[in-house]
């Protein structure tokens, strides 16, 4: 495992039965001498094989909770809640109720990610209008080199464009995450509370993809990451849960945060599919989620089919990040609490506005390291010598049977040709292939003369 | 042409540029020539594209590359095509662009998008 990417293989459990091969967007896993692997440069943390193994052998590789009642002197520990964990508990379960779960827990500090998205959304509502008064000075057709924009929240559908849709880049919302805001926030927050430098902070991000992990590892568009460490939301939910059951009693609690910060609704409303769209004041945006469907809206796109479109947000995972591969409610009930949570959140910041913290609070960044186009999916860096394996490709699919079975543990028949070409694979990976092959020797055996 | 340009390593300009001008191309033949065959040639350097139809051919050729000019017919109007953008908007995204028509007997158009 390197440090790239936070989908990992548990050989022990891996059949090799290619049914992660065949999901796989990127067409990223092989079926290799009975163990899957996965290609680290194509992989793109989407976590669809995490989601379809049906033996659990594909896992997300995330930290460890630290021993937060150990004696820590010097040091604060703070985690940073996605809006998407509040959809994982019954509605009984309010937001100050588990953010006190997560005091309980042991951690120095609080902080919903909700936040920092609040301030991308005022932030991105800025960008469109600079967009959409740059598409005003521009002819028709050069319209779909402005619009629309496409959001980056996800890092999976960021990944992905820069591997299969590259010409997409300077469409994305070239702003840091909403957890790297929340991050940075943090840190300095709690430094200037406790006149600590802000080495002595660490950031733990509770998340529902192993995604956001990579994206913590190796940050998108910036140089460092202010997340120190990221605890898979399907690690943290017992503890949670078991901190709950004793707090049942005491459910009348309305205000858990340290002084009353809580982020504004329109950051909650990011965790669902569409959340973040809504917040950016036009009605000409569009929703998609699932990552098979994010690659189709993403070919349109460059087709320029959607330059009639302002903005675009799509999520790798269905009903948005409270669907992540991590998260532990049923996607369905989890998008009907996601509604109460941000009609509940809505309510209270109307009744009580003070305990709110204003979005302009935050700033969040440009990217300011351009983003790097991921090459590994063309046959060769020459495109002379590129063609001339296309052409032995387009020849060896000929031969190959078509049937797409999986079974040479490449996911389709032009999959293995490429597997040929590029000297991974055997033509006789085949069974049909290697049977006919076996054919022929049995009947010349038969004809020999002994 | 798309995909397997990508996986050649073209850039992506470059092949939103074939990919462009081939669209065009294509939904002019559709509308006018009553459908036809596309061939798309690659080299290491270029791509060829050529688009043939065996529909009414263009009278006018020079009048057809102006912008707005349009004979779609209504049907293909309220579908939101023939805005009279398709020839120069072909011109505009090859780097080489011939037509080759005659009246009564079909138009074939080759382009070339260098990468």
Same mark, same amino acid.
């Given at each position: 495992?390197?440090?790239?990417?936070?989908?990992?293989?548990?050989?022990?459990?891996?059949?090799?039965?290619?049914?992660?091969?065949?999901?796989?967007?990127?067409?990223?896993?092989?079926?290799?001498?009975?163990?899957?692997?996965?290609?680290?440069?194509?992989?793109?943390?989407?976590?669809?094989?995490?989601?379809?193994?049906?033996?659990?052998?594909?896992?997300?590789?995330?930290?460890?909770?630290?021993?937060?009642?150990?004696?820590?002197?010097?040091?604060?520990?703070?985690?940073?809640?996605?809006?998407?964990?509040?959809?994982?508990?019954?509605?009984?379960?309010?937001?100050?109720?588990?953010?006190?779960?997560?005091?309980?827990?042991?951690?120095?500090?609080?902080?919903?990610?909700?936040?920092?998205?609040?301030?991308?959304?005022?932030?991105?509502?800025?960008?469109?209008?600079?967009?959409?008064?740059?598409?005003?000075?521009?002819?028709?057709?050069?319209?779909?080199?402005?619009?629309?924009?496409?959001?980056?929240?996800?890092?999976?559908?960021?990944?992905?464009?820069?591997?299969?849709?590259?010409?997409?880049?300077?469409?994305?919302?070239?702003?840091?995450?909403?957890?790297?805001?929340?991050?940075?926030?943090?840190?300095?927050?709690?430094?200037?509370?406790?006149?600590?430098?802000?080495?002595?902070?660490?950031?733990?991000?509770?998340?529902?993809?192993?995604?956001?992990?990579?994206?913590?590892?190796?940050?998108?568009?910036?140089?460092?990451?202010?997340?120190?460490?990221?605890?898979?939301?399907?690690?943290?939910?017992?503890?949670?849960?078991?901190?709950?059951?004793?707090?049942?009693?005491?459910?009348?609690?309305?205000?858990?945060?340290?002084?009353?910060?809580?982020?504004?609704?329109?950051?909650?409303?990011?965790?669902?599919?569409?959340?973040?769209?809504?917040?950016?004041?036009?009605?000409?945006?569009?929703?998609?989620?699932?990552?098979?469907?994010?690659?189709?809206?993403?070919?349109?796109? *460059?087709?320029?089919?959607?330059?009639?479109?302002?903005?675009?947000?799509?999520?790798?995972?269905?009903?948005?990040?409270?669907?992540?591969?991590?998260?532990?409610?049923?996607?369905?009930?989890?998008?009907?609490?996601?509604?109460?949570?941000?009609?509940?959140?809505?309510?209270?910041?109307?009744?009580?506005?003070?305990?709110?913290?204003?979005?302009?609070?935050?700033?969040?960044?440009?990217?300011?390291?351009?983003?790097?186009?991921?090459?590994?999916?063309?046959?060769?860096?020459?495109?002379?010598?590129?063609?001339?394996?296309?052409?032995?490709?387009?020849?060896?699919?000929?031969?190959?049977?078509?049937?797409?079975?999986?079974?040479?543990?490449?996911?389709?028949?032009?999959?293995?040709?490429?597997?040929?070409?590029?000297?991974?694979?055997?033509?006789?990976?085949?069974?049909?292939?290697?049977? *006919?092959?076996?054919?022929?020797?049995?009947?010349?055996?038969?004809?020999?003369?002994? | 042409?798309?995909?397997?340009?990508?996986?050649?390593?073209?850039?992506?300009?470059?092949?939103?540029?074939?990919?462009?001008?081939?669209?065009?191309?294509?939904?002019?033949?559709?509308?006018?020539?009553?459908?036809?065959?596309?061939?798309?040639?690659?080299?290491?350097?270029?791509?060829?594209? *050529?688009?043939?139809?065996?529909?009414?051919?263009?009278?006018?050729?020079?009048?057809?590359?102006?912008?707005?000019?349009?004979?779609?017919?209504?049907?293909?109007?309220?579908?939101?095509?023939?805005?009279?953008?398709?020839?120069?908007?072909?011109?505009?995204?090859?780097?080489?662009?011939?037509?080759?028509?005659?009246?009564?007997?079909?138009?074939?158009?080759?382009?070339?998008?260098?990468?």
């Amino acid at each position: 495992m390197g440090k790239l990417h936070s989908v990992a293989l548990n050989r022990d459990l891996c059949v090799g039965c290619t049914n992660c091969i065949k999901g796989c967007p990127t067409e990223a896993i092989r079926v290799r001498e009975g163990k899957a692997s996965i290609d680290e440069k194509r992989c793109i943390d989407c976590g669809e094989c995490i989601r379809i193994c049906p033996h659990h052998a594909k896992g997300a590789v995330t930290d460890q909770l630290p021993d937060l009642a150990k004696p820590h002197p010097g040091i604060l520990y703070s985690v940073l809640i996605p809006p998407s964990f509040y959809a994982q508990f019954g509605t009984a379960v309010s937001r100050p109720m588990l953010i006190k779960a997560l005091y309980s827990l042991g951690f120095d500090y609080v902080y919903e990610v909700a936040l920092g998205a609040a301030a991308s959304s005022l932030r991105t509502r800025e960008l469109l209008e600079e967009k959409r008064r740059l598409a005003e000075s521009l002819p028709p057709e050069e319209i779909s080199t402005v619009f629309p924009m496409i959001s980056s929240a996800c890092p999976v559908v960021v990944r992905l464009i820069q591997m299969k849709f590259k010409a997409l880049i300077p469409h994305l919302v070239p702003l840091d995450a909403p957890m790297e805001i929340t991050a940075r926030f943090a840190r300095a927050d709690i430094a200037a509370k406790n006149n600590l430098t802000p080495d002595k902070i660490i950031n733990y991000f509770i998340s529902p993809c192993p995604s956001k992990r990579s994206a913590a590892l190796n940050p998108l568009g910036q140089k460092k990451s202010d997340v120190d460490f990221v605890l898979g939301m399907h690690e943290v939910y017992p503890a949670i849960l078991n901190i709950l059951e004793h707090m049942k009693e005491n459910n009348g609690i309305t205000s858990s945060l340290r002084d009353d910060r809580y982020a504004d609704y329109n950051g909650i409303q990011w965790a669902a599919a569409g959340g973040e769209a809504q917040t950016l004041g036009t009605d000409k945006y569009m929703a998609v989620d699932g990552i098979h469907n994010v690659i189709s809206i993403l070919e349109e796109i *460059e087709n320029e089919h959607l330059s009639d479109i302002e903005f675009v947000e799509p999520s790798c995972c269905f009903g948005g990040c409270i669907g992540g591969p991590l998260a532990v409610a049923n996607p369905f009930a989890a998008r009907v609490r996601m509604r109460n949570v941000i009609r509940n959140a809505r309510e209270e910041q109307e009744n009580s506005p003070e305990k709110y913290l204003d979005p302009e609070t935050m700033t969040p960044h440009l990217w300011d390291v351009p983003l790097p186009e991921n090459n590994s999916m063309r046959l060769d860096e020459d495109i002379g010598t590129a063609l001339g394996k296309y052409n032995k490709m387009e020849e060896i699919l000929a031969t190959l049977p078509g049937l797409d079975c999986g079974a040479c543990g490449a996911p389709t028949c032009a999959a293995l040709a490429e597997d040929i070409v590029q000297g991974n694979a055997l033509e006789t990976d085949c069974i049909i292939k290697l049977k *006919e092959h076996i054919r022929k020797v049995a009947r010349e055996i038969n004809t020999l003369d002994l | 042409m798309k995909k397997t340009l990508t996986k050649l390593g073209v850039r992506p300009e470059s092949i939103k540029r074939a990919a462009i001008a081939m669209y065009e191309a294509e939904i002019n033949a559709v509308i006018h020539g009553h459908g036809g065959m596309a061939v798309v040639t690659i080299f290491p350097d270029s791509v060829k594209i *050529e688009i043939i139809d065996h529909g009414p051919g263009i009278p006018d050729v020079d009048q057809a590359m102006r912008e707005g000019f349009s004979t779609a017919p209504d049907a293909a109007r309220e579908m939101g095509f023939g805005a009279g953008m398709g020839l120069p908007n072909m011109r505009k995204h090859a780097d080489n662009l011939e037509i080759d028509t005659k009246v009564g007997e079909g138009t074939k158009v080759t382009m070339y998008i260098k990468f």
